[in-house]
């Protein structure tokens, strides 16, 4: 089947000219925007040499889930060796302590410590993949890791074996119409969505697995209300195109900037973190961020 929504491709030479782009007029993004630049490339390193880690699924399967609305990766199915998954936390964590903006205490204990550890290893990851938060707090708490960071190291770890598994599936999906807040194959929110330029759809871009699917404008992409008197939009004033949509049914909003104009793609980790001033106009108004963030 024909996958007609162009997946991210993306390169730490495109974020090198993204980060020009962004920092000419945003001084300020340089610092986080290297981080996550940095960041990428370690997850990218390490995606190429992944086995696939997932059960593999029929095509009969792959189409049955999707059309049921059903996740294609379950969390609970992700078993990667625990050296994979130490390997690359590794990597990370060192490229925390030596590049962040703002260095976190606790890491060379953390390294030498639970890192090393099989079983919190495990648990860590399934705490974390299942959304159980107070298992998450308490591993991380174990390995002296403040939530914050515990979730960073969490999310860019894991997103690899995701990625991965994600391409494989994605061609035999038609993903330009799914009328759900939550990634068709993995499940995860996205960060934010974009107005395609040539013909104005919405598409959306998951946090976990980076699958982009499109989704109906004139709906909530969270709870689906169509109610117009409960959806508006909110932007700054002389930036029209970059909007925040948010919902008074669920309360939940969403940052979505319109291409419309602009050649190109778009970097949503990056778009994310120049829009963090619409995160606030939404929060200050009450409504929460039903998405995934990271880098924010
Ligand atoms: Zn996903
Ligand atoms: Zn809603």
């Not at 606790?106 to 959304?131: C, M, R, S, V």
């Not at 799914?178 to 919405?202: H, K, N, T, Y």
């Not at 793609?265 to 939404?282: K, Q, R």
Request: net charge positive; aromatic share 8%; hydrophobic share 40%.
């Amino acid at each position: 089947m024909d996958d007609e929504i162009r997946q991210s491709k993306l390169t730490k030479s495109a974020i090198t000219a993204a980060m020009r782009e962004y920092g000419a007029e945003r001084p300020e993004l340089k610092p986080v925007m290297r981080f996550y630049r940095e960041i990428f490339g370690i997850q990218k390193r390490h995606a190429d040499g992944l086995p696939l880690q997932f059960p593999k699924l029929s095509r009969e399967e792959i189409q049955r889930r999707f059309e049921a609305n059903k996740q294609l990766l379950k969390p609970q199915d992700l078993k990667p060796a625990p050296a994979d998954l130490r390997d690359i936390m590794r990597d990370i964590c060192a490229m925390i302590e030596t590049k962040s903006p703002n260095p976190p205490e606790g890491l060379e204990p953390f390294i030498e410590g639970e890192l090393l550890d099989d079983e919190w290893l495990t648990a860590f990851k399934d705490a974390y993949l299942a959304g159980r938060s107070r298992n998450f707090a308490r591993e991380a708490r174990k390995a002296g890791l403040e939530p914050d960071l515990a979730t960073l190291i969490a999310h860019t770890s894991l997103a690899p074996f995701y990625w991965k598994q994600a391409a494989g599936v994605r061609p035999q999906l038609s993903l330009n119409q799914v009328a759900s807040g939550a990634c068709p194959i993995c499940g995860a929110r996205p960060v934010m969505g974009f107005i395609r330029a040539e013909d104005g759809l919405r598409v959306l871009e998951c946090s976990l697995c980076g699958t982009r699917w499109g989704a109906p404008r004139m709906a909530c992409a969270f709870c689906r209300t169509q109610d117009r008197t409960k959806l508006r939009y909110h932007f700054a004033e002389g930036d029209g195109a970059r909007r925040v949509y948010v919902c008074d049914n669920c309360k939940g909003y969403l940052k979505v900037t319109d291409m419309s104009g602009h050649a190109g793609d778009l970097i949503i980790a990056i778009e994310d973190m120049a829009t963090a001033y619409l995160d606030g106009v939404a929060q200050e108004r009450g409504y929460h961020r039903a998405c995934s963030t990271v880098f924010g």
